[in-house]
């Protein structure tokens, strides 16, 4: 017996390339991400925790029960489980420096979108730059957080992380902008209520029809999330994006990504940040930058 056989023989459920295959649809479906043939056993990982809190026994009849209830609320634990949520404070440094020298540009109150913001340290860092860049813990801003994940942004939202995540920051920004857990709460800190206070968390699907956020914006940061879509999605997501830019906003991808062959709608301007290709005339009406509707 081969050590693959021994292996999936040992597993608790049963889940075969079928019941792989039909997952992978669901997901694309229902978020706009792709999983690769190499994310089998991550996926059994993941969803094999559904089935043990479901009370389930198999994967044929988890999934059958998805299909057959689209407005289920297991279908937000379903995406919950796959969605990859890696971040950490200031990623990708060299952005928030561009960011800062651009907000001093713009009109206030600035408008940021973060997203795909995951457990809050992306939306977190810009609410830090936009502190520096103005010289004020209530700068002239406000900064929407969006994801797909409804764990990742109850984390995001509480704000408290352990004391490790930002060992690698400088000690004057850790003093400024972290308070530090004593006694019970030791080994754990908390940013400051000012950059809670500038950042709205609410749920969004980018492959959703219709978003719940207007703009115009002077930053979206949409970073290291395009990498989980097929090209066709990636081109819909920013065609959407778009029309939600002021004529002089910034549009900040992942390191990874290149829109420059999905979509004629922008043009790259620096390191992985990029402009609309064609300003349009200011001085549109404004609008609010976030329905207050469901999600």
């Not at 056989?5 to 479906?29: A, P, T």
């Not at 209530?138 to 992380?161: E, S």
Request: charged letters at 25%; aromatic letters at 10%.
């Amino acid at each position: 017996m081969t050590d693959r056989v021994k292996s999936e023989s040992s597993k608790e459920f049963n889940f075969n390339s079928r019941d792989f295959d039909r997952v992978r649809e669901l997901i694309y479906k229902r978020a706009g991400i792709s999983l690769a043939d190499s994310k089998q056993e991550m996926v059994y990982s993941r969803l094999a925790r559904r089935l043990r809190a479901t009370g389930l026994t198999s994967f044929t009849e988890y999934l059958n029960k998805l299909e057959g209830d689209h407005d289920s609320q297991e279908w937000e634990a379903f995406t919950n489980a796959l969605t990859t949520n890696l971040t950490s404070f200031f990623r990708e440094e060299h952005h928030f420096p561009i960011l800062a020298e651009h907000v001093k540009k713009c009109a206030t109150p600035v408008s940021i979108w973060c997203s795909a913001s995951s457990t809050g340290e992306e939306p977190y860092s810009i609410a830090m730059t936009l502190c520096e860049a103005f010289g004020t813990m209530r700068p002239p801003a406000q900064i929407i957080a969006t994801d797909i994940d409804t764990n990742v942004l109850n984390t995001a939202a509480k704000g408290v992380y352990n004391a490790d995540r930002i060992e690698k920051m400088s000690q004057e920004r850790i003093r400024k902008f972290f308070l530090k857990g004593k006694g019970a709460q030791e080994g754990l800190v908390r940013v400051r209520q000012e950059l809670r206070d500038l950042i709205t968390f609410k749920q969004l699907n980018l492959l959703a029809d219709s978003w719940p956020v207007s703009g115009e914006f002077d930053a979206i940061f949409c970073r290291n999330v395009m990498i989980y879509f097929d090209k066709p999605t990636q081109g819909k997501i920013l065609k959407k994006f778009a029309p939600l830019m002021k004529s002089d906003a910034l549009l900040f991808a992942g390191h990874s990504e290149n829109f420059l062959y999905v979509t004629d709608e922008l043009k790259l301007k620096g390191k992985t940040v990029y402009e609309l290709a064609n300003s349009r005339t200011a001085g549109r009406p404004s609008v609010s930058h976030l329905h207050k509707g469901s999600l």
